[in-house]
C-alpha cells in the first residue's frame, strides 16, 4: 500500500509538470523542442492516410448498404461480436412479390408470364448483389478497418507517449535553465537567507545547494532526452511503415474494383438475357426491328467479350425447315439503312459475318424477322451479320 501511494504520488507530480509545460508553451511563455521536417512530413501524411481511409470506408459502406438502419443494426452486432444475421437483398424481396402476384393474378396470363421472368432475374440480380457485397466487405472493408482498428492505433498511442517525452524533456531543460540562473545570481550575489532552499535549511551555502541542483537537472535532462530519443525512433518507424499500409490499400482496391466489374457484368447479362426471353432489346421499340445505340458503349472489349452471349448462326436465323439465308443475294432495303461506328474489334466466326474493326464505319440495316441481337453490315463489297452491341449507330 505504501508503495503503491509513492508510485501515485510520483505519477500526480508527472502529470503535473507536464500539464505546466503544456500550458506555458500554449501562452508561449516555454520553449518547445520542435521535431524535424521529414518527421512532420510523416505525421501528416499519416494524418491524411487516416482521415481519408475513414471517409472512404464509410462512403464504401454506404455503396454496399443504402440503409442506415442496417448500418447500425451490423454495426451493434459487430460489437458485440455476433454473427449478422443473414438480410434478403431489395432485388431477393422483388424477386419475391412478383412470383407471388405471377401466383395470384394467374401465370399463365401474359402479365403473369412476364412477371415470372421477371422475377427469375431480379432473383438472379439479387444473388450477384449479395455475393458482391460478401467479397468487398472480405477484400476492401476488413483490410481498411483492420488499419483503423490496428495500426492506427497503436500509431496514436506511440505519438501519445512521443508527445509525453518531449513535454518531460522541455520541462527538463526549463528546470535546469533556471538551476543554472539561479546559481549564477547565488554566486554573484551570495545571500544564505534568500537563496536557500527550504528543504535545505543546514546547508552551508547557497551556491553549493544549486550546484547540486544544477547536477540533478542535468541528470534528469539527460535521462529525458535519451527517452524522447528512443520513443522518436519508434515512431518514425511507425510512421514510415504507412508507405505499406498504401501498397496493400492499393491492392485491396484492385479486388475492390474486380468485383465490382464482376458484379456490373453479371447484372449485364442477366438483363440481357431477360430482354432476349421477353423479346426486346435495349432502345427498341414494340414494332420496331430496328434497334437504337446499345448499352455500355464505354464497355473495354475484355468485358464486354467475356460477358457477350455468342450470336446465333446463319441455321439459326432462318425459320425452321427452310433454307439458311444466303446473304450474297439479300438486297439492303430502299429505305432503313443507318450508319455505325464499330466500338471494338469483333472476329467473324464463319463466313455469314462480317469482321470489324475498331472506330470503322459502315452501313447497317434489318430483315424483317431477324434477331434484333444482330444487324446486317456492308463495307465496301462485303456483307455479313454484325452483332448489335459492338456498334454505335450513328444515323
Given amino acids: 500500500m505504501d508503495f503503491n501511494m509513492k508510485k501515485l504520488a510520483s505519477d500526480a507530480g508527472i502529470f503535473f509538470t507536464r500539464a505546466v509545460q503544456f500550458t506555458e508553451e500554449k501562452f508561449g511563455q516555454a520553449e518547445k523542442t520542435e521535431l524535424d521536417a521529414h518527421f512532420e512530413s510523416l505525421l501528416a501524411r499519416a494524418d491524411s492516410t487516416k482521415n481519408w481511409t475513414e471517409k472512404i470506408l464509410r462512403q464504401t459502406e454506404v455503396l454496399l448498404q443504402p440503409n442506415p438502419s442496417a448500418r447500425v443494426e451490423e454495426f451493434l452486432y459487430e460489437k458485440l461480436d455476433r ?13 419475391q412479390y412478383m412470383a407471388e402476384a405471377a401466383s395470384e393474378l394467374g401465370p399463365t396470363t401474359p402479365y403473369g408470364k412476364t412477371l415470372i421472368k421477371v422475377a427469375e432475374a431480379e432473383k438472379h440480380l439479387g444473388a450477384a448483389e449479395r455475393d458482391f457485397i460478401h ?27 512521443l508527445q509525453n517525452r518531449r513535454l518531460d524533456l ?110 426486346r432489346f435495349p432502345g427498341t421499340f414494340v414494332g420496331t426491328a430496328e434497334p437504337a445505340s446499345p448499352p455500355l458503349s464505354s464497355t473495354s472489349p475484355t468485358t464486354t467479350a467475356a460477358t457477350m452471349p455468342m450470336g446465333p448462326s446463319v441455321a439459326d436465323l432462318a425459320p425452321p425447315g427452310e433454307a439458311a439465308l444466303r446473304l450474297e443475294e439479300v438486297a439492303p432495303p430502299a429505305s432503313g439503312t443507318r450508319k455505325a461506328r464499330v466500338l471494338y474489334d469483333y472476329e467473324a466466326a464463319d463466313s455469314s459475318e462480317l469482321a470489324l474493326l475498331a472506330d470503322e464505319l459502315i452501313t447497317v440495316y434489318s430483315l424483317p424477322g431477324m434477331d434484333p441481337d444482330w444487324l446486317i453490315g456492308e463495307r465496301g463489297n462485303k456483307k455479313g451479320k454484325v452483332p448489335v452491341t459492338y456498334l454505335e449507330l450513328l444515323s
Fill in 83 to 95: 454473427k449478422v444475421p443473414s438480410r434478403v437483398t431489395n432485388g431477393e424481396l422483388l424477386a
Fill in 135 to 161: 467479397t468487398a466487405s472480405i477484400n476492401f472493408l476488413t483490410p481498411l478497418r483492420n488499419f483503423l482498428e490496428g495500426d492506427w492505433k497503436t500509431i496514436s498511442k506511440e505519438r501519445r507517449l
Fill in 170 to 279: 522541455d520541462a527538463s531543460k526549463a528546470r535546469l535553465k533556471k538551476a543554472k540562473a539561479a546559481e549564477a545570481k547565488a554566486t554573484t550575489v551570495p545571500d544564505f537567507q534568500e537563496t536557500r532552499p527550504r528543504n535545505y535549511i543546514l546547508s552551508a551555502s547557497a551556491s553549493a545547494l544549486w550546484n547540486d541542483e544544477v547536477d540533478k537537472a542535468e541528470q534528469e535532462l539527460r535521462v529525458a532526452q535519451t527517452e524522447f530519443d528512443r520513443q522518436a525512433e519508434v515512431t518514425r518507424l511507425l510512421l514510415e511503415g504507412i508507405s505499406s499500409t498504401h501498397v496493400n490499400h492499393l491492392r485491396c482496391l484492385h479486388e475492390f474494383i474486380e468485383s465490382q466489374t464482376t458484379y456490373y457484368a453479371q447484372c449485364y447479362r442477366h438483363m440481357l438475357d431477360l430482354q432476349k426471353q421477353l423479346g
